[in-house]
T-cell receptor
Framework: EPEVTQTPSHQVTQMGQEVILRCVPI?????FYWYRQILGQKVEFLVS????????KSEIFDDQFSVERPDGSNFTLKIRSTKLEDSAMYFC?????????????FGPGTRLTVL | KNQVEQSPQSLIILEGKNCTLQ??????????LRWYKQDTGRGPVSLTI?????NTKSNGRYTATLDADTKQSSLHITASQLSDSASYIC????????????FGTGTRLKVLA
């Protein structure tokens, strides 16, 4: 069964450094999402992306964050200057459509640790 | 304020027993409600999705109910198995120009042999 994959599984970085988290969505999916989950807290929506544009974003997704689909398969989340509070699990998800009832398929996540 | 509250926070049951998890929400305007299962260290996996007009939806041993009037949902797990041990997350979507997903904090279920 097709899966969303994410790399790396764990990223450790120094505060102030830039990080890029990578995701390969399911191949026939057109809508992509990033979520984060701070340890012990609930999952939070960051951004959705379609047709090379951001569809929606939450208050968390500020100028520090950017997303890109650099080629036909990868979908990336960039954090420009990481802060300690960016330490979290970051999940990528994809869906075939953006219909309200469409299933989103999540990747296994990237654990980001900012020191 | 748009919120999703889940109860209990954690639950321990014996293998083979049934259990029911609760989700109350104060979200408007309501679009749909989803239940996810999240194994430790993994991404959430969708179990059910219900719109305003749906009262019940099943997926194998999982049955979700929705009462849009009282803004409550439940997830019933029948004949639990050890592999059901996970966090179960309720997510309510709102649609008000911007489409937002409000996640609950989850119920951590442990099934013991």
């Amino acid at each position: 069964e097709p899966e969303v994959t994410q790399t790396p599984s764990h990223q450790v970085t120094q505060m102030g450094q830039e990080v890029i988290l990578r995701c390969v969505p399911i191949s026939n999916h057109l809508y992509f999402y990033w979520y984060r989950q701070i340890l012990g807290q609930k999952v939070e929506f960051l951004v959705s992306f379609y047709n090379n544009e951001i569809s929606e974003k939450s208050e968390i997704f500020d100028d520090q964050f950017s997303v890109e689909r650099p080629d036909g398969s990868n979908f990336t989340l960039k954090i420009r200057s990481t802060k300690l509070e960016d330490s979290a699990m970051y999940f990528c998800a994809s869906s075939v459509t953006a219909k309200r009832t469409d299933t989103q398929y999540f990747g296994p996540g990237t654990r980001l640790t900012v020191l | 304020k748009n919120q999703v509250e889940q109860s209990p926070q954690s639950l321990i049951i014996l293998e083979g027993k049934n259990c029911t998890l609760q989700c109350n929400y104060t979200v408007s305007p309501f679009s749909n409600l989803r239940w996810y299962k999240q194994d430790t260290g993994r991404g959430p996996v969708s179990l059910t999705i219900m719109t305003f007009s749906e009262n019940t939806k099943s997926n194998g041993r999982y049955t979700a109910t929705l009462d849009a009037d009282t803004k409550q949902s439940s997830l019933h797990i029948t004949a639990s198995q050890l592999s059901d041990s996970a966090s179960y997350i309720c997510v309510v979507s709102i649609s008000s120009g911007t489409y937002k997903y409000i996640f609950g904090t989850g119920t951590r279920l442990k099934v013991l042999a």
